[in-house]
């Protein structure tokens, strides 16, 4: 069956990943604009399954802190169990990719920051391993209300995907549907109920998000 993108409401991509694991502060430029140092080897948190919306899904601030922030990030899929996988073998148990928008409490301590409901958009949809031939060479790019706001390419990551997913598969066993985002480059413009984001990358889609208050 087909359907016309515009008849229907697309759902989450995964429903309920075992872990979403994020990475922090994996662009130079990312420290920079949050005004932190860099850190010596690559750090994750994890942000819960309720977090996640779908395409068109509202991002609500909390009430008792409505400062937030976007992110456009790279995600990886896991499609068969990974422990220890060895740096040149990493993206074997990578499935597919798509887009996570990292929505972040400005202000706040880690990890509540990340934590909180809508904090996670992803989408469109998963795009298969083989049609992205390089996710070492991606574009990234946001959108708020139609004004481009990033644009970036995970080649200019600190540390690659590669050993990225080695490290994180050191600590803890990667499983089937888990997500492994990437990190975004940086920013500075705060989200505001009306506003519209949209999380690209080409190859993978458009994820779009509006804004509203908390209810």
């Known amino acids: 069956l087909c359907f016309n993108l515009r008849d229907v409401r697309l759902a989450l991509p995964i429903p309920r990943p075992g872990k979403v694991m994020c990475m922090g502060r994996a662009f130079k430029s990312h420290a920079e604009a949050a005004g932190l140092e ?3 080897e690559p750090q994750w948190f994890i942000k819960p399954t309720t977090c996640l919306v779908g395409p068109d899904g509202w991002v609500q601030p909390p009430k008792h802190h409505p400062r937030v922030t976007y992110g456009t990030e790279l995600a990886l899929v ?5 422990k220890n996988i060895p740096r040149e073998r990493a993206l074997d148990c990578i499935w597919g990719y798509t ?5 972040t409490m400005r202000g706040r301590p880690r990890p509540k920051n990340k934590m909180f409901d809508t904090s996670g958009p992803i989408g469109p949809w998963i795009v298969p391993k083989d049609q992205i031939p390089d996710p070492q060479n991606v574009r990234l790019l946001c959108r708020h209300n139609g004004e481009t706001v990033q644009d970036g390419n995970t080649e200019n990551m600190n540390w690659d995907i590669l050993t990225i997913v080695n490290e994180m598969s050191s600590y803890m066993v990667l499983e089937p549907g888990d997500v492994l985002a990437m990190g975004d480059i940086g920013n500075t413009r705060e989200l505001k109920p009306g506003d519209v984001v949209e999380c690209e990358i080409p190859g ?4 779009r998000n509006p804004v509203r208050a908390d209810e």
């Open 38 to 40: 860099m850190p010596p």
């Open 78 to 82: 896991v499609g068969t169990r990974a």
């Open 99 to 103: 887009i996570l928008n990292d929505v």
């Open 204 to 207: 993978i889609g458009v994820l």
